[in-house]
Nanobody
Framework: QVQLVESGGGLVQAGGSLRLSCAAT????????MGWYRQAPGKQRELVAH???????TYTDSVKGRFTIARDNDHHTAYLQMNSLKPEDTAVYYC???????????????WGPGTQVTVSS
């Protein structure tokens, strides 16, 4: 069984910083993409950033220059450093990972339960 364990959300003032972590646990053979999505009230879930197993990042335009995604392959963990936060960054942030398990080596999408990020003006 695979789980994604998220941490690091919270309340911060505009201009502040938060760091999200996502650790994949279980009988993991390999992890491909790891990333973060977010969903604000009344809006669709959107990609924030993801990073390949070789460390190549992709960002949505609204966070470029402010957010940095990184990963630790040895510990199946991804990090999202969020700087210069804005009220419009307020959302529930979900970790996503494409993981193959030892049981069948098939790659599947896994999601974390979500962590709230609130940015006050």
């Amino acid at each position: 069984q695979v789980q994604l364990v998220e941490s690091g959300g919270g309340l911060v003032q505009a201009g502040g910083s938060l760091r999200l972590s996502c650790a994949a646990t279980g009988t993991i053979f390999g992890v491909d993409l790891m990333g973060w999505y977010r969903q604000a009230p009344g809006k669709q879930r959107e990609l924030v950033a993801h990073v390949t197993s070789s460390g190549t990042p992709t960002y949505t335009d609204s966070v470029k220059g402010r957010f940095t995604i990184a990963r630790d392959n040895d510990h199946h963990t991804a990090y999202l450093q969020m700087n210069s936060l804005k009220p419009e960054d307020t959302a529930v942030y979900y970790c996503n990972a494409q993981i193959a398990i030892y049981a069948d080596l098939r790659t599947r999408d896994y999601w974390g339960p979500g962590t709230q990020v609130t940015v006050s003006s």
